[in-house]
């Protein structure tokens, strides 16, 4: 079992900068891959970022790319969303889900356990 919890959102003004965080329990954290989601007010939910188990391999969704970048640090059972020139159409729930194996998967129902999620709101 793992249990998630996501934190650092909040309100940016359009252009500006958040790092979410997502804290992980359980055990042989670093064999989970871990990815992050959002989803919007009467949208479905999309594939943000992924990041290995080991850390050594990323994959991001086109429309953040070249602006985000997720992390990990198996250490402290943790995985950072950085989030950089953030506009409006990206308010919305971001939540992290982890996968019981090491490789990167983008949709939703290939992971196993799920944050609570964290809500992200830009301003103009």
């Known amino acids: 079992q793992v249990q998630l919890v996501e934190s650092g959102g909040g309100l940016v003004q359009a252009g500006g900068s958040l790092r979410l965080s997502c804290a992980a329990s359980?055990?042989?954290?670093?064999?989970?891959?871990v990815a992050w989601f959002r989803q919007a007010p009467g949208k479905e939910r999309e594939f943000v970022a992924a990041?290995?188990?080991?850390?050594?391999?990323?994959y991001y969704a086109d429309s953040v790319n070249g602006r985000f970048t997720i992390s990990r640090d198996n250490a402290k059972n943790t995985v950072y969303l950085q989030m950089n020139s953030l506009n409006r159409e990206e308010t919305a729930v971001y939540s992290c889900?982890?996968?019981?194996?090491?490789?990167?998967?983008?949709?939703?129902?290939?992971?196993?356990?799920w944050g609570q999620g964290t809500q992200v709101t830009v301003s103009s």
């Open positions: 889900a982890a996968r019981c194996v090491s490789g990167i998967g983008r949709g939703s129902d290939e992971y196993d356990y």
């Open positions: 359980g055990r042989a954290f670093s064999t989970y891959g």
């Open positions: 990041v290995r188990g080991s850390g050594g391999t990323t």
